[in-house]
Each structure stands twice: as C-alpha cells, then as structure tokens.
C-alpha cells in the first residue's frame, strides 16, 4: 500500500472544499492501493513526510506568499528531511487571490532544497471563487494518487 498526504491549510470554506475535493480524487474507487491521509500544516510533523511516498500540499496565497502554516512545517521540518527524502514526489494546489506566482515559486524554492521532485504542473486557482477549482483538485487528487499506484514516480 502506498502512502498519499495531502499537507494543506484550509482556512475557509472554500479552501476546505478544495481539499476535500483532493481527497475525494485522490480516494477514487478505481484506485484501490493508495492510502490518503489529510494533515493540517501545523499539526504535521517531519515524521508525516518521512513515511509517505508523495506529498500534496495545499495552501492560500498569502500577500503574495504561502500561509503562514505552511511555512510553519517547513521551517520546523526541513533539517529533518534533508537528505532523508531526495526525489520525494509531490504536488502542489493554491487558491490565489491574484496570481499565484509568489506562493509557487516559495514552495518550489524550499522543495527543490529538499531535491523533492514536482510531478503535477501546480494548480493555481486565481481569482474569484470559481466552482470549477473543485473539479480541478479532485483531478490533482485522482492523478497524484493513480500515479503513486502505478508507480510512474
């Protein structure tokens, strides 16, 4: 059985259903060997990352960067993780009031000094909520997860 954590701060209403819709995708029936756990950033331990075999996180834009949860774990993780997980797979989901770039580029910066490996293109959900963003995390769940079960990364 592989490992699947999705390592996301939600916030609202709107950003809890995003990563519902993650888990749903990711728990879809056709997958049958991946196990998907949910752990909120602060209460997400190096430990969590250690034993999983890839990692969504999933965060708010938060003036132009990543919330202040998420980086909460990287700082208390990263020396724990350094070269203990090189080529980690992972992928990442923001919902973006603007544009995303910011969030993004932080989370790629701390996960390629990690030598994590991104394996889905980032999904930025810019702009206005938009009831599409959930279609759009439960292909980034349902992909992930089917991934990690054929063992493509």
């Known amino acids: 059985m592989k490992r699947l954590v999705v390592i996301a701060h939600a916030p609202s209403s709107n950003t809890r259903a995003m990563v519902d819709a993650v888990l749903d995708g990711a728990g879809d029936e056709a997958i049958e060997n ?16 250690l034993e999983a075999d890839a990692i969504i996180f999933g965060t708010t834009e938060n003036l132009g960067y990543m919330s202040g949860a998420l980086k909460d774990f990287f700082d208390r993780c990263f020396y724990d993780l350094v070269d203990k997980t090189d080529a980690k797979p992972y992928g990442v989901f ?31 959900c810019r702009g206005q909520w938009d009831e599409g963003f959930l279609d759009q995390c439960r292909e980034l769940g349902m992909a992930m997860a089917a991934g990690l079960e054929a063992e493509i990364f």
């Open 34 to 49: 991946v196990s998907i756990r949910h752990v909120r950033p602060l209460d997400a331990r190096a430990q969590d990352a």
């Open 94 to 124: 923001i919902r973006a009031g603007k544009d995303g770039t910011g969030t993004r580029r932080a989370i790629e910066s701390i996960c390629g000094g990690l030598n994590w490996k991104p394996v889905q293109e980032p999904l930025i």
